[in-house]
């Protein structure tokens, strides 16, 4: 976590939000919680539904920002002593919210200790939510709520939730946007939509635009989706039918990839800001294809989330909100993440 | 293969078939053979048996393996609604192979129905205009399948991959990829997937609706015995009078409805739609029918059958997830299933249909 | 008797005749410029078995498919008891009272043997099939035609043997109580004990007073079923001869009378070895 020791000028900018710290000081202190606090015993118990933990996410199989949330949650299992098993909607289901509400349906039936859930949609996930909160389960949203502030409402009753504010995340990006490529009012900005369905992405579009509307700037939105070479010629065609694009924004790793690989000679000079990060993000920035990602670390998303339920469970500590991001990554604050990026994402 | 007490009774009797004067007795030969083993063939005739054995172990299996959780009613209720909109698809599919065509639009006609309906409801239309429109999509879609298909002559295989193409694309064109989410929903929509009494949802109703009608369509009215026919040997149809050409045209458009209103049930349940809904219910479909036992020539098949494999399709999904084993296994173990049933239903017709084929 | 009175005898005979239910007059079909049938007259008459026999290629089956509805000829009329009639399909041939039994049987494998028998004259109880009485009936005209021992009626066609099908097939035109029979090549996949099997299926169609219209290849079983012989080239009838036991040689020289006259060969001087290679042609 060397991230914020650094003394580097854009250092200052990757923490905005306080929580942060927080977060990581109550992951640091459960760790030792449960490495000290004689909870051996929870290690070694048996596998009973009433022990369980599930972990649900819309996260398709081949999306590379994915892992780290995974490993994160699966860190904490580990380290907590508890048994959480991670559920996955399959590659054919990316992008069907309905594979992951049948996903949670069955969670909840299994009566578990906690479950950790993303809530991609306003109204599909309201009534398995609505039965977890009446089967007392408890219930922590990460990474994607069904409000612009990550809150739950009548609708969708939760806990807590863990993971950035995808509005104001836009808007940081588009302001970044603005200040690192120098954009005019009237520059042609595109943003790179590959999850039209899902609401966090659209969270982020929304904060986008907001952010540009000040400097006079209106980007066009292109729909692609999970497949990185389909999404790549989609883009690819518009940027050839409509030259003198300023910028490109993303709004997660499969856009990214689908952004660079439709560049093509023409196109290089085009600069890009993009959402998440992964290996692949991380070496586009070093090489400067990528001036900037909005970081909301993954990694802590899944770790926390698991915490905060099984401290719900063992202690009755009720779960907080932790924003866990954003942070802006550059060039120049990104080189020491390296060794940590495949398992943590940071 | 070694003959069965039916094979053998077949063997006694052929050969006995020389007419008597008009009016006249026959000596049955062989007939206490048939009297004993008539019981079992007719129990390894229905296609449902191999289907409902599955069923059976899995349910034992997943019981014994998910600690008390996976028999509970809250997780039936929760495989009903999972499987509710697939079975409905897979009702019309499984109609569709029996008359020997393939649709591999379904799941774009899915989502392109219920969105129009979702953008209807969500414009104030009226919710019932926007069911209607619903399934007047699921009409055409299917009338154009059929027709292209019995027009041109073509495959369905192909004529279905097109139309999934031209829909799937429609419905990006009309939403730009958005979903569209319907915050306070309409009586409708509540009929169709809201909650009956707990966890227990309207749409396992449809979906048992839609088998019942389409059960009794397909194995009890002349329709659904041309069905059979057409899909058996469309000459031989053809030959003893059957209107070929209409009855393919109709199963069409019987599956396209049923798409559609899966379409619509969905909504009801999630009032929200979006384009990439349904995306894998046309392999879904048919991997349920044909693990139901419909026959991917044709000609054999019962609805009845293809909603059991509807539910283990579920039951495979949720009890994996239950049983804690990896849910990266469910598509590896739904295709082992496939090939599983499949050969069981070839092992079992051998044996009741005899081997001399 | 005097020779005339024989004479008289014969046309007594040919009076006593049931007049035709079935007649084709001067009908012809053309595929483009290929003439398959050219100005054909042929009738069916009540309890006849007329096997039509000729070369490959000589109108045969173009014949048995305006007879069936699923050609219309071009030239000439079809006559039932006497009046044109026009058969637009193999329904409306149905409907007349034409049954055909092709060589694929007009039998579905994947259904039973009660669904086959009434498959598009299905029985109905309000909306639904009423497969009780379906099978009922099924049971009852396959016991009166003799095919009672032929085991469970809800059991698929599949499980039956070639000669049990072709007997399905003729048993449902006697059962239906259709006027004419027409079979493509009845025997073709079948065994010999089995052939008669069908020839007594045949013949019982016979008696129940149908005109029967039989596509047979082989000249020797064909001398065992038939009344009369119809013979076909290229198209053209050649012969209408009563069966009065003509050796297999005698047939095979009305089919190749056309042939021989192109090729210059006296028909005395034939014998069977070259007869049969010139059929084999």
């Known amino acids: 976590m060397k991230l914020f020791g650094q003394s580097r000028p854009r250092a200052a900018r990757i923490a905005r939000l306080a929580a942060v710290p927080v977060a990581l000081v109550t992951a640091g202190s459960l760790t ?243 959402f998440d990060l992964d290996s692949t993000t991380l070496a586009y920035i070093e090489r400067g294809t990528v001036t900037f990602t909005v970081d909301q670390q993954p990694y802590l998303q899944g770790y926390l989330s698991i915490v905060e339920l099984f401290l719900d469970k063992t202690e009755g500590a009720a779960p907080v909100n932790i924003p866990t991001g954003p942070a802006f990554l550059t060039s120049s604050n990104v080189k020491e993440l390296g060794r940590f990026v495949n398992h943590t994402g940071f | 293969m070694a003959p069965t007490p039916a094979a053998a009774a077949t063997v006694s009797s052929r050969g006995d078939t020389s007419p008597a004067p008009p009016g006249g007795s026959q000596p049955v030969a062989g007939g206490w053979q048939l009297a004993a083993s008539s019981a079992l063939t007719r129990l390894l005739r229905q296609r449902e048996l191999g289907i409902a054995l599955v069923a059976i172990i899995l349910f034992v299996l997943f019981s014994l393996l998910s600690h008390g959780t996976f028999d509970s009613v809250q997780n039936w209720a929760a495989i009903g609604s999972a499987t509710a909109e697939l079975g409905i698809v897979t009702v019309g599919v ?21 969105l129009v309906m979702a953008l209807m409801i969500h414009d104030g239309y009226p919710p019932l205009e926007a069911l209607g429109a619903d399934i007047g999509i699921g009409i055409g879609v299917g009338l154009l399948n059929g027709l292209v298909t019995v027009m041109l002559d073509i495959p369905s295989f192909i004529t279905t991959l097109g139309t999934f193409f031209l829909w799937s694309g429609v419905t990006l064109l009309v939403t730009g990829g958005q979903t569209v989410t319907i915050l306070n929903p309409p009586g409708v929509l509540t009929a169709l997937g809201g909650s009956v009494s707990g966890q227990i949802r309207a749409e396992i109703f449809w979906w048992l609706g839609a088998g019942l009608v389409i059960g009794l369509l397909l194995h009890r009215t002349v329709t659904g015995n041309w069905l059979f026919a057409v899909g058996g040997k469309r000459f031989a149809a053809r030959e003893t009078g059957v209107p070929v050409v209409r ?111 | 008797m005097t020779g005339g009175s024989s004479t008289e005898g014969v046309a007594g005979a040919a009076l006593v005749q049931p007049s035709p239910w079935f007649e084709a007059r001067r ?38 498919k305006i007879a069936s509805g699923v050609y219309q000829p071009d030239g000439g009329t079809l006559l039932i008891e006497g009046r044109e009639a026009r058969l637009r399909s193999a329904k409306d041939a149905r409907q007349a009272g034409i049954e055909t039994v092709h060589q694929d049987l007009g039998l579905v494998d994947s259904m039973s043997i009660a669904r ?145 006259s192109e090729l210059g060969i006296e028909r005395s001087s034939l014998d069977t070895g070259t007869l049969r290679a010139l059929m084999q042609e």
């Open chain 2, 247 to 357: 009855t393919r045209v109709i199963a069409f458009v019987i599956c396209g409805v049923l798409a559609a209103f899966a379409g619509a049930v969905q909504l009801g349940h999630l009032d929200s739609m979006s384009a990439s809904f349904g995306s894998t219910y046309q392999l879904e479909a048919i991997a349920a029918s044909v693990v139901g036992g419909c026959a991917l020539t044709g000609g054999r098949g019962s609805i009845l059958g293809a909603m059991i494999g509807t539910v283990v399709l579920q039951m495979l999904d949720n009890g994996l997830i239950l049983s804690g084993v990896s849910p990266y296994w469910y598509e590896s173990v739904v295709g082992v299933i496939v090939i599983a049933a499949v050969a069981l239903h070839v092992r079992i017709g051998r044996l009741t249909r005899g081997a001399e084929q």
């Open chain 2, 94 to 114: 499984s109609l569709l192979m029996v008359s020997g065509e393939f649709d591999l639009s379904v799941g774009a006609n899915f989502a392109f129905a219920a």
């Open chain 1, 32 to 274: 030792a919680l449960s490495l000290a606090g004689g909870a051996s015993a929870s290690r070694t118990a048996p596998r009973s539904a009433s022990g369980t933990y599930y972990f649900v996410s819309h996260g398709c199989p081949t999306d590379t920002f994915w892992p780290p949330v995974w490993n994160g949650a699966a860190d904490a299992a580990k380290r907590l002593g508890i048994h959480v098993d991670i559920l996955h909607i399959t590659q054919a289901e990316c992008g069907s919210t309905a594979a992951e509400v049948n996903l949670l349906e069955t969670a909840i039936a299994a009566h578990p200790a906690g479950i950790a859930t993303t809530v991609t949609d306003p109204t599909a996930f309201s009534s398995a939510l609505k039965t977890a909160a009446a089967d007392h389960i408890p219930v922590v949203v990460f990474n994607s709520a069904p409000t612009a502030n990550g809150l739950p409402n009548a609708a969708n009753p939760y806990l807590a939730y863990v993971g950035q504010s995808n509005y104001s995340a836009g808007v940081g990006a588009a302001h970044e946007a603005v200040s690192e490529f120098h954009l005019k009012s009237g520059a042609k900005v595109i943003v790179i939509d590959h999850e039209p369905t899902n609401i966090s992405l659209t969270q982020r579009l929304n904060g986008i635009r907001a952010g540009f509307r000040p400097s006079g700037i209106t980007p066009t939105v292109i729909a692609t989706s999970d497949d990185v070479s389909s999404g790549a010629s989609i883009v690819g065609a518009y940027l050839t039918s409509h030259k003198g694009v300023d910028a490109i924004l993303t709004l997660g790793t499969t856009g990214t990839d689908e952004a660079v690989q439709a560049l093509t000679a023409d196109s290089l000079h085009i600069r890009i800001g993009a």
């Open chain 3, 27 to 64: 009908v012809g079909k053309r595929f483009g410029s290929v003439v398959a049938l050219e100005e054909v007259d042929v009738a069916f008459r009540p309890g006849e078995i007329v096997a039509l026999i000729g070369d490959n290629g000589s109108g045969k089956s173009t014949f048995v």
């Open chain 3, 116 to 260: 086959n028998f009434f498959l598009g004259a299905e029985l109905r109880r309000g909306p639904f099939l009423d497969l009780t009485r379906m099978e009922r009936e099924t049971r009852k005209m396959l016991v009166e035609i003799g095919l009672g021992n032929l085991r469970a009626v809800g059991q698929e066609v599949s499980r039956l043997s070639g000669g049990e099908r072709q007997a399905i097939s003729i048993g449902r035109a006697v059962a239906f109580q259709k006027r004419m029979l027409i079979l493509d090549e009845p025997t073709s996949a079948l065994s010999i004990k089995e052939t008669e099997t069908v020839f007594e299926f045949i013949r019982m169609a016979k008696v129940r007073g149908l005109a029967v219209l039989c596509v047979m290849h082989n000249l020797v079983q064909v001398r065992d079923i038939a009344d009369r012989f119809v013979v076909f080239w290229h198209g053209r009838k050649v012969a209408d001869v009563a069966n009065t036991g003509q050796s297999e040689k005698e047939l095979a020289e009305y089919i190749l009378e056309g042939k021989l």
